[in-house]
């Protein structure tokens, strides 16, 4: 797989980055390790392509291996993962090659469905949404059918709309969908009405049978929102065309503390894995600490999450990150443990670093 | 609840902006069309709380109304949901509300719950990742059981494992629980293995079952590759404590073109809604123009899908939006719509500008 990277750094520093960013999104360990073994040697081991000046920064263009590619969200790790944590790394582009198009094989109706199912050929399609959230079902139904009789081809929910105790999914449908129904029958073709899926996957799934079972033409979802790959499921599920809502598509515009802190933990993560710094990505230490603050600060009775900064761990870093992030805490050994030629030593001796610096904080 | 923005603006500039925010994330239409509904004036207004500057730009502190966090997808809507597209505007921090924490109620185990399943009261847990990705099940379980002799508490997979030929899921975990029962009862306490779980939502189902059948006492998996929701999910559905990985958390530093013409396309997406140029949100024309090129542009094989930009369309701009996205594109309407005294004549008269200006350009 060809991947396009922005690299927001001179040519000197992008060039001392390119190896390491390869790394990261192949096999994450040092070459000697990855080496042992002849097949992530042979199946895993990726290419830099090019690195070029560009403006701002730099791109840097690698032949990522699609071993990895093995369900859906493998598909975005391998394209982006962990690289994406990099404040000077951005994805500009990519080609996707055969493993992840059997694993994600676009629309299921496209273009041509999305046409035939209004009957329109030779102009743009119309779409319009129904609005404000917080009306009731007839409200929504009310607004429904006046644009529908305007001859607007789609008419979608609001995104905000959801299975809502003021609005619920059921009733709604079946109103707009009745509301579009007598639209088309009085103006001689169809207009389709988009209710919105939202929810954890289950909901998701009970939506959509619902709304198919229901009659109506498509469906909407915002991937951001509901996951990539559970929106995947989406359309694998259903008979009907799916639209992509674009909210929360911007979502890592969010402070570390915010996403890590408290967004993970609400979304019930026990523990929390974090990039430390003193590892191989950029946030400084003040930031990584109020992350594992955040994790384990009182939340509106929520149970405390368990930080745990990955990366940069080593004997002789045991009691400075004990310091840093108290016992309140798991710390993530890196790399550079797999490099031991005993591991189990090295392993034993990390432990007993801890063991002490924990001892010595608690005296 | 309450959520603070950082604008990157001079004060001026951000509060010409912040009222706008404020609409954007409640009720996304103009005050008069939301204010002809008693419900929606009432429990959908939200409020500025507080503009201040910081360095840089600004934080503006909004209480936003909860009516709407009827789900989980629905409570990332509601926090940052369409505004995170705004490249001004990032998420600093946010106080869930009751309604929140009844859908989101954080851990289910907790730190308490992690410590438990090792018995480590006095010190930092240590966790450890086996790496790389390739190795087989045999090698995958001779590292894993060689850190569990050296006393490292949790195991974890690296974030590239899956249920791959090379090394299925079933097998490799059976492999793992082995052997870190048996360095457990060398060392006479619990080592803890903690499987990656990834896919769509039904793999990550049957891959939760099988490693709680299979004795596992914790697993990882990353909420920004699964989705929040789904992540959700998983931790209702597991009795053991659940890690979060960091993966793909910096998503949205990916360009618009690769995330909303290739990747929502990729997971199927028929039509793609995306943020128009004129409209409230800020990418430029030629940004739209890509983005809509994309998603029509060959691919692997894979079906087009239809761009769908949203906001801006007007009678008057049809002939421009006609000429800059062609044919196959669907132009959403967007709020100017609902302040029409008549919906259905200003629908009416939407449609048949584009159908004047499909006509002009095929002729």
Redesign the interface.
Known sequence: MRVTL?LALPLAEAASLASSILIEQT???PPD??HA?P??RE??AGEILSLVPADPGCHLTLQLPD??C?????C???L???V????K??????????A??SL???????????RAAVGIQ????????I??????VD?IAS?CA??A??????I?D???F?????APFEARVRACQRAVDDAGQRLGRRIVYVPNL??????LERQADLAQQLGVG?V?A???????????????RLDI???????????????P????G??????????????NYGGRFSYDRDTCIAMARTM?AP????????P?PAGGMTVERAGE??DA???????????S??QAA??????????ES??T???SL?S
């Open positions: 922005n096999v994450e360990t390790v990855a073994y097949f992530v199946r895993f071993t990895g093995t369900d859906a969200a493998q975005l790790n391998v982006f993962g962990n994406s944590l990099h404040e790394v951005s994805l500009l582009d990519f080609e996707p090659t055969a992840w198009t994600l094989p676009g629309p299921r109706h496209g273009i041509a469905g999305l030779d102009r743009p399609l119309l779409c319009a949404a609005k404000p959230v917080g009306m009731n409200e607004v006046r644009i009789d305007g001859g607007i081809d789609f979608k609001d995104h905000y959801s299975d809502a105790p003021f939202t929810g954890a996957p289950a909901q498509a909407m915002a991937p951001m929102l509901v996951g990539l790959p559970a929106y995947r499921a989406l359309a694998d065309p799916l639209f992509a809502h674009p909210s929360f598509a911007g979502a890592t515009r969010i402070a503390e915010a996403l890590f408290k967004l993970f933990r609400l979304f019930g993560a026990d523990a929390v894995i974090f990039a384990r939340l509106a009775g929520v149970r405390p999450a368990l745990v990150l004990v992030f108290g016992l309140d805490a798991m710390l993530l050994i890196g790399g443990l797999l005993d591991l189990t030593a090295r392993a034993g001796t990390l432990r801890v063991e610096a924990a001892r608690l």
